[in-house]
């Protein structure tokens, strides 16, 4: 029993020992603190600049005219037929090499874009799943086209995509994790960068890990109950 009570003890000794180098001495706690609020603003902004390509491109790709049609292929074939790391590295060392823009925003823009082309397929799946009825009923309301899909198929569709949305945002998120490539203090950089000073790889590792699953389980909840809220109208 004294082997085992010693064996727990220097367990729990260590595990401390580990904290205290890794989160506490100099104040490197710190570096996820900040890694966290470049995580949230950059997945933020690339949610919203995603959605916004995503339903210009899904209404090209829905549209009659062919060259409309033309740019939304060519860029969902392109964005999604290549990697979001090689991406974001074109974006910011090729696209911006010469603006001056704080290196986040330029992350955003580089997820948003690549985002973007899912969102499209996404929103462009709910428009479709629309029946053609809802739209001949809105035109024999005397409502044109535009009107016709801003009040009536629209806010249908977007009941039925939420939960795939919800998926994309969330992958997103977990997507940021490559910003160290262009020297942004993310979640996952300040993990490395703690992992490096310190030698020790479990307690950052295990740090970052906790931290993402936290972000993404109360994203998680918050839309589930969103989700619940445009579900209210409907009869089960």
């Known amino acids: 029993m004294n082997d ?8 729990a000794n260590s595990l401390y020992t ?9 104040d ?7 890694g966290i609020g470049v995580t949230i603003k950059v997945s933020v902004l690339a949610v919203i600049i995603g959605i916004i390509i ?13 060259f409309l049609n033309f740019i ?4 969902t074939d392109v964005i999604r037929g290549t990697p979001s790391v090689t991406q974001l590295m074109i974006i910011y060392f090729v696209v911006f090499a010469t603006v001056y823009i704080d290196k986040w925003i330029i992350a955003a823009i580089a997820f948003g874009i690549n985002s973007g082309a899912y969102v499209s397929e996404i929103i462009r799946a709910g428009i479709m799943s629309i029946d053609k009825g809802q739209t001949e009923a809105g035109r024999s309301l005397g409502l044109n086209a535009v009107q016709t ?14 939960p795939a949305l919800c998926n994309e945002f969330i992958v997103l998120i977990k997507e940021t994790a490559i910003v160290g490539y262009v020297g942004l203090m993310d979640i996952q950089k300040a993990g490395d960068f703690i992992k490096s000073a310190t ?14 699953f936290i972000i993404i389980k ?3 909840l918050a839309l589930g109950v969103i989700e619940k809220q445009l579900r209210k109208s409907e009869v089960r």
């Open 28 to 34: 490197r706690y710190l570096l996820l603190l900040e």
């Open 18 to 26: 580990d904290f205290y180098a890794c989160f506490i001495r100099e």
């Open 54 to 66: 995503g339903m210009i491109i899904a209404l090209c790709n829905l549209s009659n005219s062919k």
């Open 218 to 220: 109360v994203l998680t």
């Open 72 to 75: 939304g292929k060519v860029y």
């Open 149 to 162: 899909m801003t009040h009536i198929v629209i806010p249908q569709a977007v009941k039925n995509i939420f």
């Open 199 to 212: 030698f020790k790889p479990f307690m950052p590792l295990m740090a970052t890990a906790v931290i993402y």
């Open 4 to 11: 085992i009570a010693q064996f727990f003890a220097d367990m």
